[in-house]
């Protein structure tokens, strides 16, 4: 994990957070690198998810809600850690992390040079959302909560997205945005963070077709992970014990991947049946039961959920590319996600003509694809550094291209080579990146 983390900062995907005044727990900077792979996920997602789907929308709703908004969720009452104390040292744990509380008792505490035995106190709820204060008079300010998930947003517009869109059950509403939570131990890079990102659909089902679409978007979300290249072997589904699910799911399952940690949560499939739609019916005092036209039967629809994070899938992306084979070190990311397509070298830095075509090649490229040029010392380290932000194509520009019109394009997993003509580039690159 330490050599993960490591070439994340040293190649501008993930910085810690507020990192010149000493970082803020839980929070992490996406930087150059970073930020493209996230968004190339994002959109991959939604043009999978809306755009190539006839029964989904999408929202992009407000962060700050009404509050009353988490009371009808049951956020305020029930969105709680167990917490517990080292008495000791006053550090805190999550009581349901054994292996967080273990790990701590092994360490154990010196007082006055003797070891001393960990005692705890007695597990306490604590509520994982964020407060912010609202409105500009001293004293008079509305207290609001940072959203703990994305869903509310969602939610809360269910009556919108049916009498503003032609949808008609079963149909699902996307979103993607970030989510706060006043998490106990942050940990595990991006894992455990304060603020994070989410990717959720609430699929609106009959609930008597509830059951099927679980199952169905179950294998939906697993195919998405295995699409994008991951290792079969590593991922798997994990139901949740009754007593652990969240207090608005009737049924619940985990993707998981096995981290250098271990097995743990990638994103969570949940069939939230009637809880939200039947919660803010009640609390708002607006009808949000669904007519069928045909039928003229009424209901409160049941919720198919997938909620993923963001950071962790591409935490998952990037341990699952991470590869060392002989002396090389690469990223092996889809293309389709891969932060830069393509880059372009000229073959010498001071050879002006090399460098005008490159150029050429470059801004003719940039137009289509997320492009990098490099003309910084020899070809090798070039290679070296592209492979490490997991650029799939390296173009280089030589004395033959200046003859025959074509660049050598050397394939990132491989390390092989072929001659590619330069009218034929683009279709080229199309070809294997979206092919
Ligand atoms: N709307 C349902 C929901 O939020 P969840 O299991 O609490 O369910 C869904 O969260 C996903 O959000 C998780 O599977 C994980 O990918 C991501 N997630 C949750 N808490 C996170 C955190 N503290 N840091 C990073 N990602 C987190």
């Given at each position: 994990m330490d050599k993960i983390v490591a070439l994340c900062k040293r190649r501008g995907f993930i910085y810690p957070g507020s990192e010149i005044y000493g970082g803020l727990a839980g929070t992490w900077d996406y930087g150059p690198a970073g930020s493209l792979l996230k968004k190339n996920l994002k959109d991959l997602w939604w043009k999978q998810i809306v755009?190539?789907?006839?029964d989904m929308v999408g929202v992009d709703a407000a962060i700050m809600m009404n509050p009353r908004a988490w009371e009808a969720s049951g956020h305020v009452e029930a969105f709680t850690d167990p917490l517990i104390e080292c008495k000791v040292c006053h550090k805190r744990f999550r009581a349901d992390k054994p292996e967080d509380i273990k790990e701590h008792e092994t360490l154990g505490h010196k007082v006055e040079g003797k070891t001393v035995k960990i005692e705890w106190t007695e597990p306490k709820t604590f509520n994982l959302l964020v407060e912010a204060k609202l409105g500009v008079v001293e004293g008079d300010q509305q207290t609001i909560y940072l959203r703990g998930e994305i869903t509310n947003g969602v939610q809360v517009n269910f009556k919108n997205v049916l009498d503003s869109t032609r949808v008609k059950i079963p149909f699902g509403i996307a979103q993607i945005g970030k989510a706060f939570r006043n998490e106990i131990t942050p940990g595990n890079f991006t894992f455990r963070s304060r603020e994070f990102e989410q990717m959720e659909t609430q699929f609106y089902t009959h609930p008597e077709a509830s059951e099927d679409w679980y199952e169905n978007w179950k294998q939906n979300r697993m195919d998405f992970y295995l699409s994008l290249g991951v290792n079969k072997d590593k991922l798997r589904f994990k139901d949740h014990d009754p007593e652990k699910r969240a207090h608005y799911a009737k049924a619940a399952v985990d993707i998981e991947y096995e981290y250098p940690w271990g097995w743990d949560e990638v994103m969570g499939i949940h069939n939230r049946g009637d809880w939200d739609l039947r919660r803010h019916t009640e609390y708002s005092g607006q009808d949000l039961k669904y007519r069928d036209?045909?039928?003229n039967e009424e209901y409160i629809p049941y919720d198919i959920e997938t909620s993923a994070g963001v950071d962790r899938s591409i935490l998952v992306l990037l341990v699952d590319s991470y590869t060392e084979a002989d002396v090389r070190l690469f990223l092996k990311l889809h293309p389709s996600i891969a932060p830069y397509k393509v880059a372009v070298f000229p073959l010498l830095a001071n050879k002006p003509e090399l460098i005008d075509k490159a150029k050429g090649i470059y801004e003719d490229l940039k137009k289509e694809f997320m492009t990098a040029w490099d003309a910084r010392g020899n070809i090798g380290k070039r290679y070296a550094s592209q492979d490490e932000v997991g650029t799939p194509f390296c173009i280089t520009v030589d004395f033959d291209t200046l003859n025959d019109g074509a660049v050598t394009v050397r394939d990132r997993d491989s390390a092989t080579q072929e001659r590619i003509q330069i009218d034929s580039l683009k279709d080229y690159l199309r070809n294997k990146i979206y092919g």
């Amino acid at each position: 994990m330490d050599k993960i983390v490591a070439l994340c900062k040293r190649r501008g995907f993930i910085y810690p957070g507020s990192e010149i005044y000493g970082g803020l727990a839980g929070t992490w900077d996406y930087g150059p690198a970073g930020s493209l792979l996230k968004k190339n996920l994002k959109d991959l997602w939604w043009k999978q998810i809306v755009q190539m789907r006839d029964d989904m929308v999408g929202v992009d709703a407000a962060i700050m809600m009404n509050p009353r908004a988490w009371e009808a969720s049951g956020h305020v009452e029930a969105f709680t850690d167990p917490l517990i104390e080292c008495k000791v040292c006053h550090k805190r744990f999550r009581a349901d992390k054994p292996e967080d509380i273990k790990e701590h008792e092994t360490l154990g505490h010196k007082v006055e040079g003797k070891t001393v035995k960990i005692e705890w106190t007695e597990p306490k709820t604590f509520n994982l959302l964020v407060e912010a204060k609202l409105g500009v008079v001293e004293g008079d300010q509305q207290t609001i909560y940072l959203r703990g998930e994305i869903t509310n947003g969602v939610q809360v517009n269910f009556k919108n997205v049916l009498d503003s869109t032609r949808v008609k059950i079963p149909f699902g509403i996307a979103q993607i945005g970030k989510a706060f939570r006043n998490e106990i131990t942050p940990g595990n890079f991006t894992f455990r963070s304060r603020e994070f990102e989410q990717m959720e659909t609430q699929f609106y089902t009959h609930p008597e077709a509830s059951e099927d679409w679980y199952e169905n978007w179950k294998q939906n979300r697993m195919d998405f992970y295995l699409s994008l290249g991951v290792n079969k072997d590593k991922l798997r589904f994990k139901d949740h014990d009754p007593e652990k699910r969240a207090h608005y799911a009737k049924a619940a399952v985990d993707i998981e991947y096995e981290y250098p940690w271990g097995w743990d949560e990638v994103m969570g499939i949940h069939n939230r049946g009637d809880w939200d739609l039947r919660r803010h019916t009640e609390y708002s005092g607006q009808d949000l039961k669904y007519r069928d036209l045909e039928t003229n039967e009424e209901y409160i629809p049941y919720d198919i959920e997938t909620s993923a994070g963001v950071d962790r899938s591409i935490l998952v992306l990037l341990v699952d590319s991470y590869t060392e084979a002989d002396v090389r070190l690469f990223l092996k990311l889809h293309p389709s996600i891969a932060p830069y397509k393509v880059a372009v070298f000229p073959l010498l830095a001071n050879k002006p003509e090399l460098i005008d075509k490159a150029k050429g090649i470059y801004e003719d490229l940039k137009k289509e694809f997320m492009t990098a040029w490099d003309a910084r010392g020899n070809i090798g380290k070039r290679y070296a550094s592209q492979d490490e932000v997991g650029t799939p194509f390296c173009i280089t520009v030589d004395f033959d291209t200046l003859n025959d019109g074509a660049v050598t394009v050397r394939d990132r997993d491989s390390a092989t080579q072929e001659r590619i003509q330069i009218d034929s580039l683009k279709d080229y690159l199309r070809n294997k990146i979206y092919g």
